[in-house]
């Protein structure tokens, strides 16, 4: 009976969520990524024409949103990345997991990844985590 209510538990924590890319037209450069969009809405085109400007914008994240976007690989889970950027930049664990939600959040608004699954952590983890 605990394993049930465990799994429905696991099913609305953030931390477990599985974020994978969906925005596929991107580059990434000495660990920068850059983002491109294209402006193919028939207003968007006009726009473009009208002032001379190409219809593809680039969009650079800096370098922690670069460190995320390339560690968001559809198998790593928030609290999994957010373990990996708290190591790389020396933030606390609570920071790096608020900083990580607040940004996944944006990318999901925008429609630039979504999250694919609920994934589990694993037992070793769990219980690191219940001690801190």
Do not use: C
């Given at each position: 009976?605990?394993?049930?209510?465990?799994?429905?538990?696991?099913?609305?924590?953030?931390?477990?969520?599985v974020p994978e890319?969906?925005?596929?037209?991107?580059?990434?450069?000495?660990?920068?990524?850059?983002?491109?969009?294209?402006?193919?809405?028939?207003?968007?085109?006009?726009?473009?024409?009208?002032?001379?400007?190409?219809?593809?914008?680039?969009?650079?994240?800096?370098?922690?949103?670069?460190a995320v976007w390339?560690?968001?690989?559809?198998?790593?889970?928030?609290?999994?990345?957010?373990?990996?950027?708290?190591?790389?930049?020396?933030?606390?664990?609570?920071?790096?997991?608020?900083?990580?939600?607040?940004?996944?959040?944006?990318?999901?608004?925008?429609?630039?990844?979504?999250?694919?699954?609920?994934?589990?952590?694993?037992?070793?983890?769990?219980?690191?985590?219940?001690?801190?």
């Amino acid at each position: 009976m605990k394993k049930n209510s465990a799994e429905k538990n696991d099913k609305y924590n953030f931390l477990l969520y599985v974020p994978e890319i969906k925005h596929t037209d991107f580059s990434e450069s000495d660990g920068i990524v850059t983002l491109y969009f294209k402006h193919d809405k028939p207003i968007e085109k006009f726009t473009s024409w009208l002032v001379k400007k190409s219809n593809i914008s680039d969009l650079a994240l800096d370098e922690q949103g670069s460190a995320v976007w390339l560690l968001m690989n559809g198998e790593r889970n928030i609290y999994e990345i957010a373990m990996e950027m708290s190591k790389k930049f020396g933030d606390t664990k609570e920071v790096a997991i608020e900083k990580l939600i607040t940004y996944s959040t944006y990318l999901s608004r925008k429609g630039w990844i979504h999250f694919k699954e609920v994934k589990a952590l694993d037992p070793k983890e769990e219980s690191n985590k219940e001690m801190n």
